[in-house]
């Protein structure tokens, strides 16, 4: 199949997922065509099928907000024509899914017809989607989409709740690559971070409100005092300088380390020991199952799509958003020395079920059956 793919190239779940799940059907030898504004943070190898547009966004001084939607969908009319391609699968639905209407519309005029696939990914329907200033349109243009994915059953039900959806949601969980995300023995690094044996304590995200890092602070915080600990935290975003605020108040600074957006993120987890995500939103927690994969149990609230990840006394455990001493009380069982094994073992175990080479067939056998029944309404 020849797929477009229409995402955010930044260091973000939902760029993350689009930008793994186009060079794993690289590999299956589909052509993937990835729409976007700048290159994709994980677009970092080269492949014959593997081609990248980037959306150009012409200024004009009437302009106080560039058109973003109408580049992208001329774009998206652009490749789509010369590249003659069967399918754009757009990931999240702000506004990638209004400008694949608008990009579809287009196409008909000229005698092309393409289904439409949107991913929803989190904060597009749990926050920033259901806000009345978008509300309509994300409606819109998720009943128009030829087919519809969420990625937990969580936020499929989120979406029903919040929106008057027509169209069916197929739930297709994200996934890793365990060969890339796999522990490695990095003791020289270990050394160099815990000389003295602590434990690591890492937590990755894009450093927003909704990941609530204030909560890491106040854990790692009691932690430290019960057990000989290093805090690492990977990413970087608008609450960082709150952050390092907190850092000096709770007296935790030598404790604390800031390493900033990594490549080699699996390079940090293959020598954590627990990873912590307190978030008060969280569709699916890929950042979690990225540590998971390199054996590093979880710790993280019981929201959204956080419990169909995180098997509570397995992998780790869930807690309620805020709950900071129950968050303390199951860190500690965790680390445990007793205990730590066992659920390292679990954390990887549960990982495995969300393998790169599992879900990527349920994606492939969708878009068949989307090209499918396309075709078969056009007959009709
Ligand atoms: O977490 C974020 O704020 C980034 C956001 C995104 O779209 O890039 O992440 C969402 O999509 C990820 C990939 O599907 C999920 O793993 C995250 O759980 C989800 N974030 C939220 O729901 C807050």
């Given at each position: 199949m020849k797929i477009g793919i229409v995402c955010?190239?930044?260091?973000g779940g939902s760029g993350v997922v689009a930008t793994e799940l186009g060079k794993a059907l690289a590999k299956q030898g589909h052509e993937i065509h990835f729409i976007t504004y700048?290159?994709?943070?994980?677009?970092d190898f080269f492949s014959e099928n593997l081609y990248y547009h980037e959306v150009d966004i012409r200024s004009y001084p009437l302009f106080q907000y560039p058109p973003y939607e109408l580049a992208l969908a001329s774009k998206m009319v652009d490749v789509v024509t010369h590249e003659q391609l069967d399918l754009l699968h757009v990931h999240y639905a702000i506004p990638h899914a209004s400008a694949a209407f608008m990009a579809k519309q287009i196409l008909t005029t000229k005698g092309i017809r393409i289904p439409v696939i949107t991913t929803l990914h989190g904060t597009d329907i749990t926050l920033v989607g259901k806000d009345p200033s978008y509300e309509p349109v994300v409606t819109f243009s998720i009943n128009q989409s030829d087919g519809v994915t969420a990625v937990s059953e969580s936020l499929k039900q989120d979406t029903l709740d919040h929106f008057d959806i027509t169209n069916h949601i197929e739930v297709v969980p994200n996934f890793i690559d365990l060969s890339r995300f796999q522990r490695q023995k990095k003791d020289h690094f270990k050394t160099a971070i815990a000389p003295d044996g602590e434990r690591l304590i890492i937590h990755t995200s894009?450093?927003?409100?909704?990941?609530?890092?204030e909560d890491v602070m106040h854990i790692f915080d009691r932690l430290r005092k019960e057990v000989p600990s290093k805090l690492l935290l990977i990413g970087d975003g608008p609450e960082r300088s709150k952050i390092e605020n907190m850092c000096r108040e709770l007296g935790t600074c030598n404790d604390v380390r800031f390493l900033g957006k990594l490549d080699v993120i699996e390079e940090v987890l293959s020598v954590g020991d627990l990873f912590l995500m307190p978030s008060e939103?969280?569709?699916?927690g890929l950042a979690a199952l990225e540590a998971m994969a390199c054996q590093v149990p979880v710790v993280s609230s019981n929201v959204g799509g956080l419990p169909e990840l995180n098997e509570d006394g397995v992998s780790g455990f869930t807690a309620n958003v805020g709950d900071i001493e129950d968050m303390t009380a199951k860190s500690l069982t965790i680390l445990d020395k007793d205990n730590l094994d066992r659920f390292k073992q679990g954390a990887f175990k549960v990982a495995k079920r969300f393998d790169i080479y599992n879900i990527v067939p349920e994606y492939e056998a969708y878009y068949e059956r989307v090209i499918f029944e396309m075709k078969g309404a056009a007959l009709a």
């Open positions: 955010y190239p930044t260091y700048s290159q994709p943070t994980r677009l894009n450093f927003r409100k909704v990941k609530r890092i939103k969280e569709s699916f």
